[in-house]
């Protein structure tokens, strides 16, 4: 594993799992590049792009887009990652490390779909890569608060989930600029087996949010595979340790 001083480009710097990926990075002993609209860099455009991957030995793509549809996700990933490959190209950048989610192969979303399109872009690309499919964030049960509200309700879909803290995710990406190319590795995945359902309702009492949850069953082979662990690893991998519970103490 190189642990010798690199400069690493984070695509998604300011995002969920992005400034966790600065962070472990810099606390390494990295210097980090930060590729963000906010940051003066246009991942869909590429407008600032060229100028930040001067120097830089990988980049780490984390970026993300709130969308279930189809179209608009493979624009998205399509876009993104073929405007940071044909950039990490011209600038002789070696590695890129693409972060995806587990069980995208067996759950027929139009958001996976998005990502199936960015890890066959990275997978044909000429520059060495590294994919790495983790599970849902701990935070996503917060998010879930958030994406059907009606007055105090939140409608969460049912899902079963292996949920892993975002931190822990970031240090697993920051292993893997560090060891090289190479290719798809294990999938990564939290330590437990829950209920999104119940998870939304603990952070609601945990941050005193007063939503009231409602579980909904979603339609059609989307809805089964949430329900029935598709979106769970398979086989063995490595594990985070950070449980559900001792992530929301502490964050």
């Known amino acids: ?20 990926v600065v962070q472990a990075a810099r606390e390494r ?25 001067t120097g830089v030995d990988a980049v780490v793509d984390v970026t993300s887009v709130a969308t279930q549809r189809q179209e608009q996700a493979e624009a998205f990933f399509g876009g993104v990652t073929r ?9 002789g950048v070696g590695h890129h490390v693409a972060l995806s989610i587990v069980g995208i192969d067996d759950v027929p979303s139009g958001y996976y ?7 066959r872009l990275v997978v044909e690309a000429p520059v060495g890569w590294s994919i790495l499919r983790a599970t849902q964030f701990h935070e996503f049960a917060e998010q879930a608060l958030g994406f059907v509200r009606v007055g105090p309700f939140s409608l969460v879909p049912r899902m079963l989930s292996q949920p892993v803290a975002a931190v822990e ?9 560090q060891a090289g190319p190479s290719g798809r590795v294990a999938d990564l ?20 949010l007063g939503r009231r949850v409602v579980g909904v069953r979603l339609p059609g082979a989307v809805g089964r595979g949430m329900r029935d662990g598709s979106l769970c690893p398979a086989g063995d991998g490595p594990r985070g340790t950070i449980t559900f519970d001792t992530w929301v103490a502490g964050s």
């Open 169 to 177: 995710v970031a240090g697993a990406l920051v292993d893997l600029v």
């Open 1 to 20: 594993m190189n642990t010798q001083h690199m400069r690493i480009a984070v695509a998604g710097a300011t995002g969920t799992v992005g400034r966790y």
């Open 83 to 91: 405007t940071l490959l044909a950039g990490e190209r011209a600038a």
């Open 29 to 53: 002993g990295h210097e980090v590049v930060e590729l963000a609209r906010g940051r003066g860099v246009d991942l869909t455009t590429g407008e600032g792009l060229a100028a930040r991957l």
């Open 113 to 119: 779909r998005g990502k199936q399109l960015q890890e």
């Open 189 to 208: 995945a939290g330590p437990d087996r829950l209920e999104m359902v119940g998870l939304a309702r603990r952070v609601s009492r945990a941050r005193g």
